[in-house]
């Protein structure tokens, strides 16, 4: 039985047994893989603390034949935030759960792994609506399933003024390119300036800027149609998320 050490952000939790916990971690070595951390709910035990959800913890574990166990653990960072403020846990839920569908089994990532603290943080401390679909679109980029934005995938032009949206074709089309693409999306300026926005958001000194209401409910729209579009399924955490709205 081998025993290996990581540090990793928890993005996955489920309870199992009476006591225990099936857990995903996202780790910069590692990538995405599950563990098993055996009596972690109780009160009592050393695991208690660290093994919650968004947490970067350093944790030993042992490697298992069908599943990998969790032998200790040390909290690195802990964001308060997402203990209390149920808007930001279910924002905060939507980015952990679409690095869990999008991101590839025992695949290191480095970029996802450095992004996932700063949303964290930024997920307490701004909107976390729009933190969520900065996170959102970055991470389909890192994941090389990103859109273009400011070019036209037909032609190749530089987009002016509005134009339509085609997540089939993979970003925006200019209008006299549409012919009879289905399911185009209305692609105001306003939206597309929002979009290139937030894919180079910087999460270390973050830019201010205005967002009209009308452009947040259509960049929504494309990411999560895209990514149920992606999966095959809607994610719980966006289910939740409308059910909240």
């Not at 839920?93 to 964290?120: K, N, Q, R, T, W």
Request: net charge negative.
């Amino acid at each position: 039985m081998a025993i290996y050490t990581t540090e990793a952000i928890i993005i996955g939790s489920k309870n199992w047994g009476e006591a225990d916990k099936m857990l995903q971690f996202f780790s910069r070595e590692r990538g995405k893989f599950k563990a098993v951390a055996f009596g972690c709910r109780r009160s009592k035990s050393p695991l208690a603390g660290a093994m919650q959800m968004f947490n970067v913890v350093n944790v030993s574990l042992a490697s298992g034949e069908r599943i990998d166990t969790v032998r200790q653990a040390s909290l690195v960072r802990h964001f308060s935030s997402l203990e209390s403020d149920l808007m930001a846990i279910s924002y905060a839920s939507f980015v952990a759960e679409l690095v869990s569908e999008i991101e590839p089994e025992g695949v290191p990532s480095e970029e996802v792994y450095d992004l996932l603290p700063s949303v964290f943080a930024a997920t307490g401390e701004h909107n976390p609506r729009i933190v969520s679909l900065a996170a959102g679109y970055q991470l389909l980029s890192l994941a090389g399933v990103g859109f273009s934005y400011d070019k036209c995938v037909v032609c190749g032009e530089a987009i002016a003024g509005d134009a339509l949206f085609s997540i089939d074709e993979g970003g925006a089309v200019d209008k006299k390119c549409a012919g009879d693409l289905p399911r185009l999306y209305a692609y105001p300026e306003t939206t597309r300036q929002l979009l290139l926005t937030l894919v180079s958001l910087d999460w270390d000194s973050p830019a201010p800027f205005t967002v009209k209401r009308s452009d947040l409910t259509q960049a929504e729209t494309i990411l999560y149609d895209d990514i149920r579009q992606m999966t095959g399924h809607e994610l719980k955490s966006i289910k939740f998320i409308r059910q909240m709205s």
